[in-house]
């Protein structure tokens, strides 16, 4: 091959290469666009206040209520329960795994959390339903586990990984020479960890629990399966709830083409598409944050 | 003694923490493994679905999620690998550049349902794919971009720049060192994580309920524009829409069992690759 046909290749090539990288942005913004299209059509046939301020979601009725306050008061509450339950755990696991675990106790143990990351959401939805579901009844002495209880727990195992790799991460990366001075100053181990490695980690940490709840927030199969499905605004914990993505997921299967049923789904989603957006844009500042501290 | 009980609190909670997050993969792996291996026989996944899901196997759901997984990986990798070769080898710092890595990372983040419409809206609809496991094996692999770019990256990144020097001043052009030189090296890498990646998507279920996947066809996937059954929506139909769930509920465990082992045989694979490769260097 002579030189300029090589030297064609080569630009040509490159191009395609770049073609792929604006492909990203576009798949992003078509995603948004998309979902923001249909969610105007439904504001033009629909009742764009009640989507905000009514208390129902009942597409079956008459008047059609589409009101995505309960749906997003589910996927809020269920999201949240689970950060009370992986936070601490999640963060506490990294710190033993970062500071205090013996190396082969690590690379034992980091390939569980991997393994963990790798189960199929589907299946841990179905263990809600035989495992988890049926202890919470016998437990709180009620009729059926499937509830806001169930799928926070459910919803904490998937998180875990998430909130400990990220953690750990950032636990580690806490210069070493910050531990020697807190020793050398006469604190010991414990004071150092507690006063002086976790604070300089804390962006890292909130930067994995914004990463976590992201994936709580946005998991479909496991509340679909194990939280009862019942759309209304949760009281507490044993309550049967459904959240945005579960809705979705139920009604859009079956939903005549170009309603205003299905526009609503998309107006839902694009509401959880913009909180999970923020939730890992804040993730990302943090995230960034404690990269420009180290730096 | 007051210092003493604080050391063991620590100790209790923070060790504590770690053996509770072991026994959940724990308690989910001997759940699911002691009551399901028993359905798993060698006629269960070599035979289809029989009088109404109550009896046979689940040969046409694993046919489907390999197609699916097919389709996923031959559109997600080369075009993943493509746009990570642009951002590590080509792409200069500018505020272009960070736009795209920014919206790589925002789409990781995206969740997997709303992936599901855009693939309903744009591969069933606008290009009229309609419901088949082409349209859903797209979906899916729209879903793995940001982890095999990401992945790639990493990979392309740890090669180190005076190899690529070494073949510029040889007189190759940037292509044929990115071909002949690069990507050799990275190879192992790159394959950890699209295999760690397909080993994701083949277990997702939330993208393909709209774009394809159908509860019995009858036969098995032959087609691109077929519909499809598959693995994970197995699962979920059967422990939670079958007439008859109590009947039903070996065959869930059965097939959970088979995907978990699925997933977990690919990231083993996954594992073996990267040890490999890092006990050779």
Known sequence: MNASKREAIDRLLKMVFRATGLVTIGLLGGIFFMLLFNSIAFFAKGNPIDFFTGSQWNPGSDAGNYSILPLLASTGFVALGSMMIAVPLGIFTATFLSELAPDTLRTILKPVIEMLAAIPSVAIGFLGIVLVGPAIARVFGIQNGLNALNGSILLAIMALPTIITISEDAISAVPKTYKEASLALGANKWATLFQVTLPAALPGLIAAVMLGLGRALGETMTVLMATGNAAALPKGFLDSIRTITATIAIEMGEVPYQTTHYFALFAIAVVLFIITLLINLLGEFFANRLRKFHA | ?281
Not at chain 2, 153 to 176: C, D, H, W
Not at chain 2, 204 to 220: C, H, K, Q, R, S
């Open chain 2, 1 to 281: 003694m007051k210092a003493r009980l604080i050391i063991f609190l620590n100790w209790f909670v923070l060790l504590g923490s770690t053996l509770l997050v072991c026994a959940v993969l724990g308690i989910i792996l001997v759940d699911i493994f002691s009551k399901g291996m028993s359905s798993v026989t060698w006629e269960f996944i070599s035979q289809p679905p029989a009088k109404g899901m109550t009896q046979g196997g689940i040969l046409p759901a694993i046919i489907g999620t390999l197609w699916l997984t097919l389709i996923t990986t031959l559109f997600a990798v080369p075009f993943g690998v493509a746009c990570a070769i642009y951002l590590n080898e080509y792409a200069f710092p500018s505020i272009l550049t960070n736009v795209i890595r920014a919206s790589i990372r925002n789409l990781a983040g995206v969740p997997s349902i709303i992936y599901g419409l855009f693939g309903l809206a744009l591969f069933v609809q606008a290009f009229r794919l309609g419901t088949s496991v082409l349209s859903a094996g797209l979906t899916l692999g729209l879903l793995s971009l940001p982890y095999i770019i990401t992945t790639t990256e990493e990979a392309l990144k740890r090669i180190p720049n005076s190899m690529r020097e070494a073949t510029l001043a040889l007189g190759a052009t940037q292509f044929e060192t990115i071909k002949d030189v690069v990507l050799p090296s990275a190879l192992p890498g790159i394959l950890t994580g699209v295999i760690l990646t397909l080993s994701r998507a083949a277990g997702e279920t939330a993208p393909i309920l709209f774009t394809g996947v159908a509860f019995y066809i009858n036969g098995l996937t032959s087609s691109v524009n077929q519909e499809f059954m598959a693995l994970p929506y197995h699962i979920y139909m059967l422990s939670t829409q079958h007439q008859s769930i109590e009947q039903v509920r070996p065959l869930a465990y059965g097939t959970s069992v088979v995907l978990i082992a699925m997933v977990f045989l690919l990231n083993l694979t996954a594992f073996y690759i990267r040890f490999k490769n890092r006990t050779q260097q």
